[in-house]
């Protein structure tokens, strides 16, 4: 058991996957079925997975592609951190997804690369080698551009060509980076540390920066960005998912691995190649907080947020220190949480309340009072005011900056903070506090399926962020992975 | 049981078999006639279990050699069936039943327009079927040559099925390369006659060194066999003839047809004079091979019609195939990478020939629902032939060499060895070819999936549908299921370092 | 001058020869020409080789190679010339149109 449970889970999305390519568009209740079933195996399979951790056992499996090319799938404690985070977050997206695409066309299509997309997650989650890593991050990339394009209007193909020009150019990178330190070092597995002491440091170097520049498109590191707004005309499952859970996480996962699993956070300080990195990740933060100030679409703007905030995993692995680890990694946990819960309710405003522009969320509170309040606590999780989750990564990021002596650390973050009340604010205000501009007015908060995720997203932020020092919040998983696996 | 045990003995004469049957069905198609899709029932489970004992029994004794009639060389004709020899013969098996299946509702006995072209396809289709078996086991250059006019013949003729004056021309243009092709290869045959007085591959393999006149007999060879394989810059007529060949046609030929070609340089350098390769002229042949990724694939971008992207994709992709001379060959054969180098390749002509394959029989399933193969034609097919778009986006991944494809395997085994030996240059070579495959596939594919009203296009049977999905998941499985085709490629392979990556 | 010699030297003049008349912008008939006189020339050749090789005795193999050779060229050359048959017949040339692959028909 203990070698297929992973493979099993990846299975829980890939085979619906297969099935739901194949059925007719009109059998709603079975796709439906099968898409729901699948998510709920996946997060019981997580659940037992992480029991049998928790009693000792190891969970792993292994498949030759070819000699010295392995595929491995192991549960160690990162994984598993990202594993949970997803399987939870991909139940809620199917049951909004299927809300939100109700009479939709090509529902078929769209579900089966949907179900792809989770499994490649699954995979990039419970990698245990660089190539493997690849191989999952690879059909990421591969099985979201339909999603991105799902429109099928000329905006959505030149949003495709994009993401598309700019991820396989990242994966090229990648690749190259990855084969030239394998062809020296043999496969890199990522429980086994210390492999690369006895290679030149110029190579390790130029190996770093391409393993980075290929995940840091997909993070959406500056200047690598561009794709994430212009993917903003997929529809908001496919944003939520490409933001909260998939594809961006997944480049940050990547980067926390490469750092912290492959070079190991002495030799990344030694090398000197940690602080270019923090400094990128800053100026990402700070950057892409501007330019959400200026846009006037709500996911663009939400869009841009995200390139901002998710360089804040990169600051917390780039940086020295506990702090700022344990505060970079627990961010990937609450920044899920708070931006999903966001997107949630920006589709959920478009699509009950045809709500497109910051100028239109008059008086939205009014007619959309719990979508509201969720959208609320997230956006102030997002600021950094406690006692939202976002204030606790913000917290332990600023103190690991003053430990590892980089106080212009605490600058970007207050700045960034900053910023982000300016281009939060104003949508909290409106919605509450100005009267509607026309319409019918009335409640408008269904179907529950478009309403539910957001609440329950934005109730997990406010509680990892109130309870966060209890035993099993995000927190103290982080902690407790940092402890154990780095020893610092 | 015995018998059974005594069919799977390796002295028993079933290796000429292989190319025997789909022979006996060409020459019985004729009188058959209409009827001959018939002959499928009794020759698709026979040559299948044929290819699947080649398997067997090259896997359980190794290496097979049989002397035809009893004559060893140099009087008789030997035939080898190693390693490499078995995965082709699979292959060509999986990809003919594919394509014949695929035929029948236009060339079988249900269609209604022309019949000579219905008349003539089937025996083309078995002799050269027959044809490519007969390369993948001779073990005598002559034998080779008698193979190779075999599949020029059947090929051309193929291709000038529909008649038309364009196609007729470009029917011509092939036979010209090609025969010249067959002319140069004769040249050197008769050098390597004069100085061995064999020609058997194994004789040659033992007494060969290197001489000068070796050298030149070889690239004269091969030269030709280049011409024959459509390498840059002998490349002029493949683009015309399979786009101008029916999509049954076209797929035997991008897929199997210039691999057999690629399959005998193979043999002649890697097992027949590995001693006699320079350096010069290996790199020579990693060039033109990087020269025609690039080419074949700048050519592709700027094609409107989906059959011609799809030609010069296969120009290019063939390129991908020279890149593994300089890092398996000659005096490479001894490192430690060349192992994986030469596997690499055999598997990019595997993963090719099957997602080519598919991806032919796709765009022909495109166009019969949408009548003609120009791209703004072809705008929404998707809603017309889902299967067939599925099918063609999935052996993409093996032309863009991306997981999980068999193309992956090739590409990160090649790229690899590029690292290893420290020619790095094929890496980049390499890289860029798979994001210029992404550019040309992707166009295609863009459009096919934009919005669309079903109606508008033709029905098109699901049989023609899912065969090219088939046969795409084949080069799928075939960079899941990697590692057996892997090790049953080393048996028989020259000898020199067998073992993996570093 | 041994006649093997001769035979060697007539043989590669021919082919010599053929090639001249498969390179260049003739008519696809003298190409057709062209290729059985290289082929026949190929055919010399190997004769003459195979003669040197074998001393006293003619050896038999190459005498078994040539007459495959001869008629497989033969049939190479009937489809050549029925292709260009229907191409003339299509056409009303015999010359090769030049045009690019990709024009519109």
Redesign the interface.
Known sequence: MSAFLPILILLTSFTPALIIFFLPEHWRMLRTAINLTGAIAKVSLVIVMLAGVASGETYEFRFELAPGLNILLRADALALLFISLSAALWLLTTIYAIAYLAEGPNQSRFFGFFSLCVAATTGIALAGTLITFFVFYELLTLATWPLVIHRGDSNSFAAGRKYLAYTLCGSASMLIGIVWLESMTGPIEFTVHDRLLELDATTLRVIFVLLIAGLGVKTALVPLHSWLPAAMVAPAPVSALLHAVAVVKAGAFGIVRVIYDVYSVALVQQLGVGLPLAFIASLTIVYGSVLALRQDDIKRRLAFSTVSQVSYIVLGAALPGPFSTIGGLVHLVHQGLMKITLFFCAGALSERLHIYKVQELDGAGQRMPWTMLAFSIAALGMIGIPPVAGFVSKWYLGVGGLQGGQVWVLAVLAASSLLNAAYFLPLIYRAWFKPAGGGDGGLAEWPLGLVLPAILTALAALLAGVFAYAPYSPLSWVTFIVERNYGI | MTWATGLLAPDQPWAPLLVATPLAAALAAVPFGRRAPLLLVALTPFSGALAVLAIAQVWSHGEIVYHVGGWPP??GITLRIDGLSAVFIATTALVATGVALFSLPKYGRQSKGETRAAFAFWPLLFAMWAGLNAVFVSNDL?NL??AL?LL??TA??LV?LD????T??????Y??FA??GS?AY??GV??L??VF?SLDISALAISASPHAVVLAAGVVMTTGLLAKTALFPLHGWL??AH?GAPAPASAMLSALVVKASFFIILRLWFTALPMAASAAFLQLLASLGAVAIVFGSVLAL????LK?IVAYSTVAQLGYLFLMFPLAGGGNEMQSWA??AW?GGVFQALAHATAKAAMFLAVGAMIEAAGED?LDRLT?IAHGV?VAV?AFGLAS?SLMG???SGG??AK??L??SA??SGQWWW?AVM?AG??LA?AYL?RPL?RA???ADPKLFTPVPRLQQFIPLALAALSVLL??F??QP?ALLQIGRVPGAS???? | MTSALLFAFSGVAVIAIGLFGLIGRWRIERRVIAFNLVGSGMFLLFGAVAARRAGVDADPVPQAMIITGIVVAFSATALFVALIERLVAETGRSTLPEDTPDEDA
Do not use: C, D, H, M
């Open positions: 140099p009087l002559f040559y008698v006019e020029t013949l051309v003729a000038a008649g038309k004056p364009k007729i021309a470009a029917a011509i243009r036979l010209l025969l010249t002319l004769l040249l008769i050098f006659y004069g007085g683009p015309p786009s700027r094609q409107n019609k011609l192992a994986s596997t120009r929404g889902p599925f991944l991306l997981p999980p992956f395997i990160y085994l790229l690899t690292l290893a890496a890289i798979g994001l992404a992707f863009s999936l934009a919005e960079g899941i990697s590692a892997y073992e993996g990556l570093p």
